[in-house]
């Protein structure tokens, strides 16, 4: 892990007064190009500036490409920004996915922001996994995340997050989240949703919000076998959800799920789930098993948990 010049980063330790101080902002760029040949995928074009970067990419036999996405510092703090661009070219699979936690520093004053834009061609299948983003109490956090599908184009992902460090036992009682999802079809917007929460908005607790629940995540799926059969795949889907709501042994409701899924017909053409829960690992585990049930409808490959999940 790389640290920031001239600052010190919280640590579970660190007390919800202590702010970090003040360092320059650290921007951070990473461009992604992939391309299918003769049956296989080629990184065409790795480009990076900052603190932000490809890590590995590996070629299982009889699978898609697997890559790490890294951000050697381990977090973003207030004034950072991150801003990611991938493009898949038809022909070409790859499942990217994050060797960690993102984690949103407390803030001194600015915001932190992280963008990220996913191009994908007909013909091509991208699965993007990450792992949790964690909210720091004090964070001020933009996310947005832009999805270009052409028609014909393959997609499977998620985004999970975390709202305080609930392993650390901090509650996220100072702070603001701002985020968006859209999506484009043929380059036409079909689909936009945002949100902007803050530490203290009802909504965290209301019933009609997160409930209580400090984790959140949704999937989306997009592919022609989808948009040919919808109902079967949701039934697939669902029967994943069948554990939803359930205590776990020790019989404790912090361990309770809530989730549920549906389809947005065209334009959009997507299949969505939204979790919600009390632990990140969790609420991962069912994305999972929606995953499994959802990759050989949309890329028709088995559901076999990729390499890099290990690393």
Not at 132 to 146: C, H, R, T
Not at 186 to 197: C, K, M, N, T
Not at 209 to 230: D, K, N
Not at 251 to 278: D, E, I, M
Request: hydrophobic share 45%; with cysteine.
């Amino acid at each position: 892990m790389i640290p920031r010049p001239d600052e010190v980063m919280p640590t579970d330790a660190t007390s919800d007064a202590a702010v970090a101080s003040p360092a320059p902002p650290w921007p951070a760029c990473l461009q992604l190009r992939f391309v299918g040949d003769g049956g296989r995928t080629r990184l065409a074009e790795a480009r990076h500036t900052g603190p932000l970067r490809l890590q590995r990419l590996l070629h299982p036999r009889g699978d898609a490409c697997q890559g790490l996405l890294l951000h050697p510092p381990g977090g973003i703090a207030g004034g950072d920004s991150l801003d990611v661009a991938v493009h898949l070219h038809a022909g070409s699979e790859v499942l990217l996915s994050t060797p960690g936690a993102t984690k949103w520093y407390r803030s001194a004053g600015p915001e932190a922001q992280q963008s990220i834009r996913l191009q994908v061609d007909a013909g091509a299948t991208l699965e993007w996994l990450p792992q949790e983003s964690i909210l720091f109490s004090g964070a001020d956090a933009i996310q947005q995340l832009e999805l270009d599908l052409a028609p014909g184009a393959r997609m499977l992902g998620w985004d999970i997050v975390q709202l305080g460090r609930i392993a650390a036992g901090e509650r996220w009682n100072q702070g603001r989240l701002r985020q968006s999802l859209s999506v484009r079809r043929a380059g036409q917007p079909v689909w936009h949703e945002q949100a902007d929460l803050r530490a203290d908005d009802a909504l965290l607790h209301s019933p009609v919000g997160l409930a209580g629940r400090a984790v959140f995540a949704t999937l989306w799926s997009a592919a022609p076998a989808l948009e040919g059969a919808p109902d079967a795949a949701l039934e697939q889907v669902r029967e994943t959800l069948a554990l939803t709501g359930l205590q776990s042994t020790a019989g404790s409701s912090q361990s309770s799920l809530c989730a549920a899924a549906t389809w947005l017909p065209a334009p959009a053409s997507l299949l969505l789930v939204r979790v919600l829960g009390h632990d990140a690992e969790a609420v991962r585990g069912q994305l999972e098993r929606a995953w499994a049930a959802l990759r050989p409808l949309v890329s028709g490959r088995p559901a076999r948990r990729p390499r890099i999940w290990n690393t």
